[in-house]
Nanobody, 120 residues
Framework: QVRLVESGGGLVQAGESLKLSCAAS????????VRWYRQAPGKQRELVAG???????NYAESAKGRFTISRDNAKNTVALQMNSLQPEDTAVYYC??????????????WGQGTQVTVSS
């Protein structure tokens, strides 16, 4: 079983920064793509940023130029640096990974989410 633990959320003012972290634990043979999603109240969950094992990245238009996703393959961790935060970034942020687990099966795993609140 793979477990994801997110941290780093909080309450900030518009224009400030936060760095989210996600640590994967358990028997992990390999991590493939890792992504950050977010879900605001009353809205669907949306992709914010993703990073492949080789480091290739992709971002939602709303995140480009402000957010940076990174990963440490040796530690099975992923981070999301968020700068110039705006009230519309307020949401619960979720880490999502594709992992090859102890059963040698690729599965998608989700973290429990971390709240980010940006005040104006």
């Amino acid at each position: 079983q793979v477990r994801l633990v997110e941290s780093g959320g909080g309450l900030v003012q518009a224009g400030e920064s936060l760095k989210l972290s996600c640590a994967a634990s358990g028997v992990i043979l390999r991590l493939n793509d890792v992504r950050w999603y977010r879900q605001a109240p009353g809205k669907q969950r949306e992709l914010v940023a993703g990073i492949g094992r080789g480091g290739g990245t992709n971002y939602a238009e709303s995140a480009k130029g402000r957010f940076t996703i990174s990963r440490d393959n040796a530690k099975n961790t992923v981070a999301l640096q968020m700068n110039s935060l705006q009230p519309e970034d307020t949401a619960v942020y979720y880490c999502n990974v594709e992992a090859l687990d102890a059963l040698r099966t690729w599965r998608a795993y989700w973290g429990q989410g971390t709240q980010v609140t940006v005040s104006s």
